[in-house]
DNA sequence: CAGTGTTCAGGAT
DNA sequence: ATCCTGAACACTG
């Protein structure tokens, strides 16, 4: 059973994961990308739907190192919800930069929510064009407002 | 060893 | 109020 590579629109990007079954191994923005299914889940999530994808499993939330455990802690943020590096850090106890050295090595964006990860400032960073974070975020909060006028 | 998707404090404009 | 430095922290290749 070979590992599945497709492709679904957001907005003018397109998303390509490869996946098998209830597993990601990776998740990538680009302007194009090949045709074929995407995990059912991320595709609802990519239109527009708040859905809960903490049921996928990530090859980067197992094991014993720090990121690991910065990606399981990670994955704790809802949907529509943010938090910030020094959070994250000080949930794990590690030191803020390296959760932003792990979110830089992410295979797995939406899976592992590292763009609802900001800066204390700011939006702070995303290695694909920013303009993907502040869409999804854009998007989850849409979605969260949208959802009988509460805030 | 060097490079980060940080953070904090200080100082200048 | 905004912007710039410099320093210290933890982790990975």
Redesign the pocket.
């Known amino acids: 059973m070979a590992v599945i590579t497709g492709s679904h629109p957001f907005g003018l990007w397109v998303v390509t994961v490869s996946w098998q079954g209830d597993a990601v191994y990776r998740v990538h923005f680009g302007r194009t990308g090949p045709s074929g299914p995407i995990h059912p889940l991320i595709r609802r999530y990519l239109m527009g739907q708040e859905v809960d994808l903490t049921g996928i499993a990530s090859p980067a939330d197992e094991g014993d ?4 455990a910065i990606y399981r802690a990670v994955r704790k943020v809802g949907y529509g919800e943010v938090a ?4 994250i ?1 000080e949930t794990v ?14 295979p797995t ?1 939406l899976v592992i929510p ?2 609802r ?5 700011g939006i ?5 064009p920013i303009e993907i ?1 502040k869409d999804l975020l854009a998007m989850e909060r849409a979605v969260c407002s949208g959802r009988k006028g509460r805030i």
């Open positions: 190192g720090k990121t690991a910030t590096y020094g959070e850090a106890g590690t030191a803020p930069r390296a959760v932003g050295q792990a979110m830089a090595r992410n964006p590292c763009h990860i900001v800066s204390k400032h702070g960073g995303f290695t694909p974070k």
